[in-house]
């Protein structure tokens, strides 16, 4: 984990930063729907439009791992992640339609260090996601766990 940009250290109170964009296809809605939530409305257009979503719809859960997926991206992939206890808050706010960019920001809420480990420590975060109207489709709240950067350090 040495040379990794992010570790617990490094992150401020209040301070967000951006997640980058993701377009949303037709086919992988239809594609993470088939395997793992198969309601018509994630599955064909026809269906999407003539339920109250309005049109090809990401699940739910496929929304999340979109947002996981440029989370790791944009933050985890570059840091001391050491993963996460839970997820406090989800919020599904509006269809993530098919042919949808998104975007989104984490926005660092609070820091503590572990009392039982001290060279971990934890912080709360709330993250969203917009649509290309700036509309906000997704929220989450978690706590990550994230090495002190002297831990980090390679021992050899």
Same mark, same amino acid.
């Given at each position: 984990m040495?040379?990794?940009? *992010? =570790?617990?250290?490094?992150?401020?109170?209040?301070?967000?930063?951006?997640?980058?964009? $993701?377009?949303?296809? =037709?086919?992988?809605?239809?594609?993470?729907? %088939?395997? &793992?939530? =198969?309601?018509?409305?994630?599955l064909?257009?026809?269906?999407?439009?003539? %339920?109250?979503?309005?049109?090809? /719809?990401?699940?739910?859960?496929?929304?999340?791992?979109? &947002?996981?997926?440029?989370?790791? +991206?944009?933050l !985890?992939l570059?840091?001391? /992640?050491?993963?996460?206890?839970?997820? +406090?808050?989800?919020? *599904? $706010?509006?269809?993530?339609?098919a042919?949808?960019?998104?975007?989104?920001? #984490?926005? #660092?809420?609070? $820091?503590?260090? %572990? $009392?039982?480990?001290?060279?971990?420590?934890? #912080?709360?975060?709330? /993250?969203?996601? &917009?649509?290309?109207?700036?509309? %906000? #489709?997704?929220?989450?709240?978690?706590?990550?766990m994230? !090495?002190?950067?002297?831990?980090?350090? +390679?021992? /050899?």
């Open positions: 040495t040379g990794k940009t *992010w =570790a617990y250290e490094d992150f401020v109170e209040g301070a967000s930063h951006d997640l980058g964009t $993701k377009n949303v296809s =037709a086919a992988e809605i239809i594609e993470f729907a %088939s395997e &793992f939530d =198969a309601q018509p409305m994630h064909d257009e026809a269906a999407g439009k003539a %339920s109250i979503l309005g049109g090809l /719809s990401a699940s739910g859960w496929h929304t999340c791992a979109m &947002f996981m997926r440029m989370l790791c +991206d944009a !985890l570059d840091s001391t /992640s050491q993963g996460s206890p839970g997820i +406090d808050h989800v919020k *599904w $706010k509006k269809p993530v339609l042919g949808d960019t998104l975007c989104g920001t #984490v926005t #660092v809420l609070a $820091k503590r260090q %572990s $009392k039982s480990r001290p060279q971990l420590g934890l #912080v709360s975060m709330r /993250s969203e996601l &917009f649509n290309q109207r700036g509309e %906000s #489709v997704f929220e989450l709240e978690n706590t990550g994230f !090495l002190a950067r002297d831990a980090a350090k +390679d021992p /050899s």
